[in-house]
């Protein structure tokens, strides 16, 4: 059985940082394209940051570079999201989310097969 499973989220002041942990299982996540989403209410849900250790592959949302760091382990089997300088505006649920292919636009969710349950994001003071 395939499971995605986050970690990580609280309440964080205003410059504050905060780390997210996914842990995966069921599936030989070394070899699958891994991304961070995330979508607050009302919203639609949006990609942060993606990575595909295969091909050395990280990407970013603009609005969180230079401010998030994506990376993975493929020993543990765990992909992490290090947020720094975070702002109220990245306040939301946030997710990691695992793809078969490395092909499509890593932005798009319909794209992705498995999905975790979330972990909660708030940044306020």
């Known amino acids: 059985e395939v499971q995605l499973v986050e970690s990580g989220g609280g309440l964080v002041q205003p410059g504050g940082s905060l780390r997210l942990s996914c842990a995966a299982s069921?599936?030989?996540?070394?070899?699958?394209?891994m991304g961070w989403f995330r979508q607050a209410p009302g919203k639609e849900r949006e990609g942060v940051a993606a990575i595909y250790t295969v091909g050395g592959y990280i990407t970013y949302a603009d609005y969180v570079k230079g401010r998030f760091t994506i990376s993975q382990d493929n020993a543990k089997n765990t992909m992490y999201l290090q947020m720094n300088s975070l702002k109220p505006e990245d306040t939301a649920m946030y997710y990691c989310?695992?793809?078969?292919?490395?092909?499509?636009?890593?932005?798009?969710?319909?794209?992705?097969?498995?999905w975790g349950q979330g972990t909660q994001v708030t940044v306020s003071s």
């Open positions: 069921g599936f030989t996540f070394s070899s699958y394209f």
């Open positions: 989310a695992a793809r078969r292919s490395f092909t499509g636009w890593w932005r798009n969710p319909s794209e992705y097969n498995y």
